[in-house]
């Protein structure tokens, strides 16, 4: 063993796989589905630095349903994808058990989880995203459809998982009841995102809520989700909490190589340092050759703009770079600009801590009139509660 590569025990995490049905996480780290963000090309860098299970965006089981070809084109996985994550939101059990019934059916999955975290207020105010675990009957219905669905149609080759927040709001927490259903209904596993929908995605999350979760789940793995952006957060999280493994979210946008930063950390080995620009540069191309083949040309690449912005954050690569980064929309244009940068620049100190994406708290969570009256209530949402919605 070459001195750089010395175990590090101040890093090293010492947490074993999680299994998932028939496959393996390993080491135990989720990229979190993000919608708009978490595509194939995405999920393909990122797992080509380390391993885990890499989730697909947020698809709506009404919208597959309809056959919404939008909803579909996000549902297809890359050939290289070792697991097929897909995440499925829905409120109403009859939907969400016939489109778990399609997708496992037509093979188009090896793994569902469902979202019951989005705060936007266009899904909460009729009932659905985070508001919907409030009414503790409708929750049952939605889990138990999706995982009977599945296992009927996969003899039990196609797990389920369930990812959630705290609750609506300090004085209306949801996790504990959230997971026991789930657990019940013989979800895989549970993954708490530590906010809840009112906390939106302001720092910090309350991991000791996943402590207190973990006491209280003891028959299936307990994930934990929330502020990591390195591996010494990854590590502080399953030594504060207990929990099985870790869920990352914005810690990883413009970051892929923080799955390579994960696993050796887990394997024991020494972490590599931050990258120089002139790997964040050829990170940069990876990224952009994987999106045009898989979308067989150049359409579409204004989106990667953000990106590109969340790449260059921290790194010296002047106003006039970050200026064309918003602007690019050809990959002779990311060219051009790719070759504008020192090679040999550092990150400033605290790279990793750098907002990128949503970092804000909600000033009131949108609910139906009357919403927090009666848990037990029998509900049957509206349409609106199932909204094309992103976010979690
Ligand atoms: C741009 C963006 C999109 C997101 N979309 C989803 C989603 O579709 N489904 C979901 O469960 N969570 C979604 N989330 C929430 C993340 O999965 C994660 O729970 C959250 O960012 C907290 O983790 P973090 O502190 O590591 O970022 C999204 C977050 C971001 C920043």
């Avoid at 789930?182 to 809520?209: N, S």
């Avoid at 690019?328 to 400033?348: H, K, M, N």
């Amino acid at each position: 063993m070459s001195a750089t590569s010395l175990p590090d025990p101040g890093t090293t995490i010492t947490a074993p796989p999680l299994r998932l049905g028939p496959f393996t996480v390993d080491p135990p780290v989720v990229l979190a589905p993000m919608a708009g963000v978490t595509d194939a090309p995405f999920r393909v860098l990122c797992s080509s630095f380390g391993g885990g299970l890499f989730v697909n965006q947020m698809v709506t089981a009404r919208a597959l349903l309809e056959g919404h070809a939008s909803s579909w084109e996000l549902a297809r996985f890359h050939p290289a994808e070792r697991i097929r994550s897909l995440q499925l939101y829905g409120t109403d059990p009859l939907t969400l058990g016939e489109a778990v019934r399609r997708l496992v059916a037509e093979d188009r999955v090896d793994h569902i989880d469902m979202n019951f975290g989005c705060p936007a207020a266009k899904v909460t105010r009729n009932g659905g995203g985070a508001a919907l675990p409030y009414k503790r009957r409708l929750l049952r219905d939605v889990v138990r459809a999706a995982v009977q669905a599945a296992d009927a149609e996969s003899g039990g080759r196609v797990p389920v998982t369930v990812k959630f927040r705290l609750g609506i709001d300090d004085d209306h927490l949801t996790f504990l009841d959230t997971a026991r259903t789930a657990e019940e209904e013989g979800v895989a596993w549970v993954a708490l995102h530590a906010r809840t929908a009112l906390q939106h995605y302001a720092p910090p999350a309350h991991w000791d809520r996943i402590a207190e979760l973990k006491q209280a789940i003891t028959s299936i793995p307990v994930l934990g989700n929330g502020d990591i952006f390195c591996p010494d957060d990854a590590r502080s999280m399953i030594t504060s909490t207990g929990c099985d493994g870790v869920v990352v979210g914005r810690g990883c946008l413009g970051r892929p190589w923080l799955f390579r930063d994960l696993a050796a950390a887990f394997a024991g080995e020494q972490v590599p340092p931050p990258p120089l620009l002139g790997e964040v540069a050829d990170t940069i191309r990876r990224h952009v050759s994987l999106i045009v083949e898989w979308q067989g040309g150049e359409e579409r690449l204004a989106h990667f703009r953000k990106h590109l912005a969340w790449y260059l954050k921290g790194y010296p690569a002047g106003s006039s770079v970050r200026q064309q980064a918003g602007q690019v929309a050809t990959v002779a244009q990311i060219d051009e600009l790719l070759d504008q940068l020192d090679p040999t620049a550092e990150p400033v100190e605290g790279v990793e801590r750098i907002v990128r994406s949503h970092s804000n708290s909600l000033s009131r969570v949108a609910l139906p009139e009357r919403w927090l009256d009666d848990p037990d209530a029998e509900v049957q949402l509206p349409r609106g509660a199932e909204a094309l919605v992103s976010g979690g």
